[in-house]
């Protein structure tokens, strides 16, 4: 866990420096955990992200955009009626938990003057968001209900006083000496890393295995030294916002992590490094549970087009010995005289054979003799006449795989709001069911929305995330003279230089973005063609998204997130 006690305290002083006599212009709440408040604070426009998701809890300030819902939840509404105009007197963390409050005063709608608290919990599944009434100490309303059923400890509804969640007891961590910290140790019992993680309030495992990395494992009574010299520069503002990026996985805090090894990437503020980490991961997440149904269904098609094609090979090599059923009804015609109905098989000599060798045929026993041969003319020209069918059928299923993988790759890097257009292609394309449509009511055609970049040089990239905006991109909204990336037979997204002599600097960031969001992702080196929409076609009758094109260039590039971060608009 990096969003630990000793992180909360960090940003509690980033925020106080940033917002607090600020005021609360705007609320809005993009997704059901999360809120955005924009802050007017010492001639600044700030965001604040306050978020109780529970996999991606957190709380920073954010150059994120967000987009809102046409209606706001009734949690919004209520924070715009209570926050909206307030000041943001104070903000302060509870003891050394990870719980932020802001102490916010406002006047209500008789114009007398009021205290609000909006008391954000960042604690995993069981984050929450809590308006609270100052002076009753009552909670007006949570982003998360909790009932007496589900929480015996504390209720967290409307009306009931509000309590915090229980306190873990621990130690302090800061204003102690080495001995303080050596008598809460046993240096002969469990894991020391453990134990500064249940003695000390505020420290997660991962800032105790660096405290005892730093300690060094061969001596360890320097554990207090490392723990005291280590709290003290916290405390004093002494810390280093990095992300550490290992083989599996991405780590954040607020100073190295020297016990992992891989990049290291720091960071100006605690907000800009929480913007970089999550960057994409709750939209995900977001997808994924929004998503789930139909890439269950593409895995289904994919599956079920994989016995298909085992299934046609099957029949191809049955098809492929057709030349062996023409064999078997010429030397059985041949051999008539020798066979008597009720035979099961027929051992005849083989006479194409120079050696002279014999075949055993298999025969129906209540077929004639005849009849057997007739049989095998049968499926001689029956496999003759497939082979083209099956030829075609093969092709036409593996280009199904290509466009199913493609789909998938589309959700895997999709935002909530593409999920309905890929949705609409399915319903479209028969794969789903079209919802009814209420007499009366005529549908709206909207058009799709390309995501859109700037290169360093100010050239503008836009990028078609799934069949319906590549289309869109590539066959309405680019120029002839515009320049078209696409990652080589690799699925991924359609992206265009809205220029006509871009510099390599521009072709290099755009072919970053394509590779970014393709199936490629994760990959090291990625090749990425362009070349001029006007070498680019869409066969008649082919599938939504797909294209031909030629004259084209390779580059290739590395994925990278933070560029990619940086170059949109």
């Avoid at 970049?453 to 995330?465: E, F, H, M, R």
Wanted: glycine share 6%.
């Amino acid at each position: 866990m990096s969003f630990d006690g000793i992180f909360t305290y960090a940003m509690a002083k980033e925020l106080q420096e940033k917002l607090e006599n600020g005021r609360v212009s705007k609320i809005y709440q993009p997704y059901k955990n999360e809120l955005i408040l924009q802050v007017r604070a010492g001639g600044n426009n700030h965001k604040l992200l306050i978020s109780a998701h529970p996999s991606y809890a957190r709380i920073h300030l954010t150059e994120e955009s967000y987009e809102n819902p046409s209606s706001p939840p009734m949690f919004c509404m209520l924070l715009r009626k209570h926050l909206e105009g307030s000041v943001i007197e104070k903000i302060e963390q509870k003891d050394m938990e990870r719980i932020i409050i802001f102490k916010l005063k406002g006047r209500n709608e008789l114009g007398d003057i009021t205290y609000k608290e909006l008391i954000a919990e960042i604690m995993g599944r069981h984050s929450n968001l809590v308006l609270v009434d100052s002076e009753k100490q009552v909670i007006l309303d949570s982003i998360k209900h909790l009932p007496p059923a589900v929480n015996s400890y504390r209720t967290v509804l409307p009306g009931h006083p509000y309590i915090y969640p229980p306190a873990q007891h621990k130690t302090e961590p800061f204003a102690l000496s080495a001995e303080d910290v050596a008598r809460k140790l046993d240096f002969f019992g469990s894991k020391l890393d453990q134990q500064l993680v249940q003695q000390f309030a505020g420290i997660s495992p991962l800032l105790a295995k660096e405290i005892i990395h730093r300690a060094g494992l061969a001596n360890r009574v320097t554990v207090p030294e490392a723990f005291i010299n280590m709290m003290s520069g916290l405390q004093q503002n002494e810390w280093k916002p990095v992300m550490t990026i290992t083989e599996n996985k991405e780590a954040f805090y607020l100073t190295d992590l020297t016990h992992l090894k891989g990049e290291s990437k720091a960071f100006p503020s605690l907000s800009a490094l929480l913007d970089r980490y999550y960057f994409g991961k709750a939209d995900r997440d977001r997808v994924k549970q929004q998503g789930s149904d139909l890439e269950r269904f593409l895995q289904n098609e994919l599956k079920k087009n994989k016995a298909k094609i085992k299934k046609l090979h099957k029949s191809l090599q049955d098809a492929e010995d057709a030349d062996k059923y023409q064999l078997y009804g010429e030397l059985l015609t041949a051999n008539l005289y020798a066979i008597q109905r009720g035979d099961k098989q027929a051992e005849v000599l083989n006479y194409y054979d120079e050696e002279g060798g014999t075949v055993t045929i298999t025969l129906h026993p209540q077929k004639t003799p005849s009849e057997n041969a007739q049989s095998y003319f049968g499926k001689y020209q029956k496999a003759k006449k497939s082979v083209a069918h099956i030829e075609e059928q093969l092709k036409l299923t593996d280009e199904e795989m290509i466009y199913l993988d493609n789909l998938l790759q589309q959700i895997e890097s999709a935002s909530p709001g593409d999920l309905e257009e890929i949705r609409e292609e399915l319903q479209e394309g028969g794969y789903l069911k079209k919802k009814a449509v209420k007499k009366g009511k005529k549908q709206k055609n909207v058009l799709p929305v390309l995501e859109q970049y700037q290169a360093s040089d100010g050239t503008q990239i836009l990028v078609g995330k799934n069949n319906k905006q590549n289309e869109y991109l590539t066959t309405r909204a680019a120029a002839r003279d515009d320049l078209w990336l696409h990652t080589k037979d690799i699925p991924g997204s359609h992206v265009v230089i809205k220029s006509k002599t871009p510099s390599e600097e521009s072709i290099l960031e755009a072919a970053n973005i394509a590779a970014y969001y393709s199936k490629a992702r994760s990959s090291g080196s990625v090749p990425v063609d362009f070349t001029l929409v006007r070498h680019v076609k869409k066969p008649s009758g082919s599938k939504p998204g797909f294209v031909i094109y030629d004259h084209q260039q390779t580059v290739f590039v590395t994925p990278d997130a933070d560029l990619v971060k940086r170059l949109k608009k």
